[in-house]
């Protein structure tokens, strides 16, 4: 191992020192060899140096998060609830890279499907789960019979299905994670290695464990995924159609695809405790629920916005006798570009009001003027995050936590997905400044970019749009994500005063009748 560490790449063509470093690696961690890793990772950085094919420089990054990897693993660091977590972090920022790498699209398509399976696998980790199992579908839908896709999506939906009150729902996720299993184990799945015979034999015995923890033909003969009518009039079902192939309803049905079955927002909050001494008088649910409805109300029509927006072509009649000037910069200026841009604002604007529910949840006592989506994890006036949460054992809330530092972490933000950049410098123009809007088709077009003299930020349509939907995804996986956190908060506090004397006070729906605005009441 000690000259197999030792080995210089000085006279290693590209190709050839890849391969070194690679064998390096995994060596390394069968030998349990900790210095073979950090020799790895030193070997990467001066690899880095050289001049390469972009191949060659999505490959180096494949190959540090793998370096990454050991080093967790060896640092028996695999399983933990740390929240701040120096390996998992430079494995998502190597594979983030690596995606998002022009050499990408060279790279084999096996070892595509590596990378994206990896990636998606951190972000599960981290409890970005609705993330994840849309990565995992990114490299299905490139080998569709990629066995460590199919497996880990597999596991990833029988954590998501525990998470779930609704016990359809539940039974749902685990049918597909077992089939998940059942399809890894098929005569043509493909494996990254030539010995499949432990992972089958452990796909096997998870698929057998699924099997066994209910009646599997039974669910899939109830389930009727696409047996859900999609509405009454031809514009709500493009309406629905539309979220559903975007995953935008608020419900987790939705994240396993297009299935008419999720083309409703029913995600709820779970039953939540208080006692009498929390609202002294009061006879009404806690306040969390009407927040919560206020926020799905808010995100249910700014998708509604958004999508109005994206599908507008004529011209609005509101829009007749506004006079304005042209600025000779293609300006965009319409009630369609003012749907898109006001969904965008209420969007990024539920992810504050999230932080102020976890700040009431957990009881955190911030300031309230204060609290925002960077900041309510954190000690306050300090970069340092709250030492109640440093190794908390909430899976959805460290997702939260990861999610909030896509947005606001120089480096995460720059690195871990494209469509997650500016997100922030967006929503700053919008609210506080100019965001100068232009036509998508002439952007290209133009002989010098659009300045704004320090007024605001330039942007063009095409491209507001694509970060409108963006942060349409991201406000849905956070209310999904704070839902199904409280939820493992109300299990943890019951389970511990088992003997705890409880009342219930039961919650109806709100008819749909009474939603309608009517002059005459």
């Known amino acids: 191992m000690e000259k197999l560490r030792e080995r210089s790449i000085a006279k290693l063509d590209a190709d050839a020192a890849l391969d070194h470093i690679a064998t390096l690696v995994d060596t390394s961690l069968d030998a349990q060899f900790k210095r073979g890793v950090e020799r790895a990772l030193y070997l990467l950085d001066e690899l880095a140096k050289r001049e390469l094919t972009p191949r060659q420089g999505a490959l180096i990054e494949y190959f540090c998060a793998n ?18 977590h120096a390996e998992r972090e430079q494995q998502i920022l190597a594979l983030s890279r690596a995606v998002a790498h022009p050499g ?30 849309e990565g995992w579908d990114k490299a299905l839908q490139i080998v569709p019979n990629f066995a460590m896709a199919l497996a880990n999506r597999g596991f990833g939906l029988k954590h998501y299905a525990g998470l779930l009150e609704d016990d359809r729902e539940r039974a749902i996720l685990l049918l597909h994670a077992h089939d998940g299993f059942a399809a890894a184990l098929a005569p043509d799945a493909i494996y990254e290695g030539e010995d499949q015979t432990g992972l089958r034999r452990q796909f096997a015995a998870t698929a057998a464990e699924y099997a066994a923890a209910a009646d599997l033909d039974r669910i899939r003969a109830l389930q009727d995924l696409d047996g859900a009518g999609l509405g009454r009039s031809k514009a709500e079902r493009a309406y629905r159609r539309w979220c559903l192939d975007r995953r935008l309803f608020l419900n987790p049905l939705n994240d396993l695809g297009a299935f008419t079955v999720a083309a409703f927002d029913d995600l709820v909050l779970p039953t939540i405790m208080e006692s009498f001494a929390d609202r002294p008088g009061a006879f009404t649910p806690p306040p969390v629920f009407g927040f919560f409805n206020q926020m799905k109300q808010e995100y249910a029509s700014a998708r509604f916005m958004l999508y109005e927006g994206l599908n507008s072509t004529m011209l609005h009649f509101s829009d007749r006798g506004v006079r304005l000037f042209d600025t000779l910069d293609y300006p965009a200026h319409s009630l369609a ?11 990024y604007s539920l992810l504050d009001k999230v932080a102020f529910l976890v700040d009431h949840v957990w009881k955190l006592g911030k300031i309230a003027d204060r609290i925002n989506f960077k900041n309510v994890w954190m000690v306050e006036g ?11 054992p909430n899976w959805p809330l460290r997702g939260l936590y990861w999610l909030s530092k896509e947005l606001f972490d120089d480096e995460i933000k720059r690195t871990t997905a494209a469509d997650s950049r500016e997100l922030h410098d967006i929503r700053n123009a919008l609210e506080h400044k100019y965001l100068q809007v232009h036509e998508g088709w002439a952007w290209d077009l133009m002989l010098t970019l659009p300045a704004s003299n320090g007024l605001g930020l330039s942007i063009n349509s095409d491209l507001l749009e694509a970060k409108a939907l963006r942060m349409m995804k991201i406000a849905r996986a956070a209310l999904i994500q704070l839902a199904l956190a409280i939820g493992v908060e109300e299990r943890n506090k019951a389970a ?8 219930s006070m039961p919650l109806y729906a709100l008819e749909e009748k009474r939603k309608r605005r009517d002059p005459s009441w």
């Open 104 to 133: 990408f699209a060279e790279l084999d398509i096996v070892r595509c499907c590596q990378i994206l399976t990896n990636r998606a696998n951190q972000l599960d980790t981290m409890g970005r789960f609705v993330d994840a199992i």
């Open 382 to 392: 300090k970069p340092r995050l709250l030492d109640r949460f440093k190794a908390y």
């Open 67 to 84: 370096a990454w990897s050991a080093k967790e693993v060896l640092a028996g660091e695999r399983g933990s609830w740390d929240w701040e």
């Open 337 to 347: 570009t003012e749907r898109v841009r006001t969904a965008y604002r209420i969007a």
């Open 496 to 503: 511990a005063a088992p003997d705890r004397l409880i009342g």
